[in-house]
């Protein structure tokens, strides 16, 4: 069976509400180290939110601070720098994970102690992702999810990746809109990525849905020196 790369921007239009999303890869002509985060919402609450870059973290703030019902889910910073490793996440796992390496742990070590976000009854995933230079360049992506529709337990899956050129994979929260909604399931997807940033963060922010769509970050960064660019459009700007 051939290796299917598919096309983000047909993944996103199908669609309406994959929640939040990490894309994780390479750059076609090898280059670069690829990642993007964005966010979605429904509510008022969700979509009253802003990203903040931070020298090379990235940290979300309430648009308008008079309207923030509940912080805990929906405040967090999405990307954090530890050393050679850029951390990436949908949640305050960014901090727990960062904590970890601080400290000799492990990405999945760091995971073993959270579950899904305790927001019954859609129970969100907790979607995480992982960038290392130690040694050269290598990704590796999670998912925290129920075990059923009662949040009886938690299964979690890592998956590790070797970067190919023009490859990267991605891994979202939610599988489709509904009530509740239902949650992401089976492997990232493997998506293609260009070389061209602006390019690739049109894509994306083009794609997802309009009503839904929060805010988005693409970060192109040079594996051999750690240079990097970067692209944020946040829609309350």
Request: hydrophobic residues 35%.
């Amino acid at each position: 069976m051939a290796y299917e790369i598919n096309d983000i921007g047909a993944i996103l239009r199908g669609n309406d509400y994959p929640g939040r999303g990490i894309i994780i890869g390479k750059s076609a002509d090898g280059k670069k180290a690829v990642f993007a985060y964005f966010i979605m919402g429904r509510s008022e609450n969700s979509r009253n939110r802003i990203f903040v870059e931070n020298g090379g973290d990235v940290v979300i703030h309430p648009f308008d601070k008079s309207k923030v019902e509940d912080p805990s889910l929906i405040i967090y910073s999405p990307v954090r720098v530890c050393g050679k490793k850029i951390i990436v996440t949908n949640g305050d796992q960014t901090d727990t994970i960062f904590d970890y390496f601080s400290k000799g742990g492990t990405f999945e070590n760091a995971l073993n102690t959270r579950r899904f976000e305790p927001d019954a009854p859609n129970y969100t995933p907790r979607v995480s992702g992982l960038l290392d230079f130690e040694n050269g360049y290598s990704y590796k992506l999670s998912i925290l999810k129920s075990a059923d529709a009662q949040g009886s337990g938690c299964n979690r899956f890592t998956f590790s990746y070797h970067p190919l050129n023009g490859v990267g994979h991605f891994i979202h929260t939610y599988s489709g809109n509904g009530k509740p909604i239902p949650s992401f399931t089976g492997e990232p997807e493997a998506v293609a990525i260009g070389n061209d940033l602006d390019e690739y963060t049109a894509l994306l922010w083009e794609n997802l849905n309009a009503d839904n769509k929060v805010s988005l970050y693409v970060r192109f960064i040079e594996i051999d020196s750690g240079d990097f660019d970067s692209r944020m459009i946040n829609k309350n700007a």
